[in-house]
């Protein structure tokens, strides 16, 4: 007859989607901050200044 097997009961189920939800969101802010500054680096080198995400000649 086999052991029984011990039932992890520390960790509700319930906390994997909201940690995976926490996660993901984390990830999309990271991802989107990246890119803005990105994006005002190449603005800079075009000689630009980044208004409301929009690159705009210095006049």
Same mark, same amino acid.
């Given at each position: 007859?086999?052991?029984? +097997?011990?039932?992890?009961a520390? &960790?509700?189920? =319930? /906390?994997?989607?909201?940690?995976? /939800? %926490? /996660?993901?969101?984390? #990830? %999309?802010? #990271?991802?989107m901050?990246? @890119?803005r500054?990105? @994006?005002? @680096?190449?603005? +800079?080198? &075009? #000689?630009? +200044? /980044?208004?409301?995400? =929009?690159c705009?000649?210095?006049?």
């Amino acid at each position: 007859m086999c052991p029984p +097997v011990a039932i992890k009961a520390n &960790r509700p189920m =319930l /906390l994997h989607p909201i940690r995976t /939800l %926490f /996660l993901v969101t984390i #990830a %999309f802010v #990271a991802g989107m901050v990246y @890119e803005r500054t990105r @994006e005002a @680096e190449r603005c +800079v080198d &075009r #000689a630009g +200044v /980044l208004s409301d995400l =929009l690159c705009e000649d210095q006049k």
